[in-house]
Nanobody, 123 residues
Framework: QVQLVESGGRLVQAGGSLRLSCVAS????????MAWFRQAPGKGREWVAA????????YYSDSVKDRFTISRDNANNAVYLQMNSLKPEDTAVYYC????????????????WGQGTQVTVST
């Protein structure tokens, strides 16, 4: 069993930056692929970014590519999402997710999910 806890969400002005964190419990964190998803009010869950177990490969949706960076620290059981040049359309609850997959990182059928952290980008 893995528990995920996100933090770092807050209100920020357009053009600003935020860094989200997700800390995992459990001994097998370094074996898991990690991903970030988001869900805006009235919309479905959207995949944002993913990173493989070692951190050697990262993947991004077109909507955040070149603005967001996903990274991980396996020694501290943490994954991060650095968000730059934020836009109002980035407003959403951001969730981290994990499981032992080795591909199909954008599919939202991950085994483990956090509770989410709210990011609000004002104009």
């Amino acid at each position: 069993q893995v528990q995920l806890v996100e933090s770092g969400g807050r209100l920020v002005q357009a053009g600003g930056s935020l860094r989200l964190s997700c800390v995992a419990s459990g001994r097998t964190f370094s074996e898991y692929a990690m991903a970030w998803f988001r869900q805006a009010p009235g919309k479905g869950r959207e995949w944002v970014a993913a990173i493989n177990w070692s951190g050697s490969s990262t993947y991004y949706s077109d909507s955040v590519k070149d603005r967001f960076t996903i990274s991980r620290d396996n020694a501290n059981n943490a994954v991060y999402l650095q968000m730059n040049s934020l836009k109002p359309e980035d407003t959403a609850v951001y969730y981290c997710a994990a499981d032992s997959r080795n591909g199909d990182y954008s599919s939202d059928d991950y085994d483990y999910w956090g509770q989410g952290t709210q990011v609000t980008v004002s104009t």
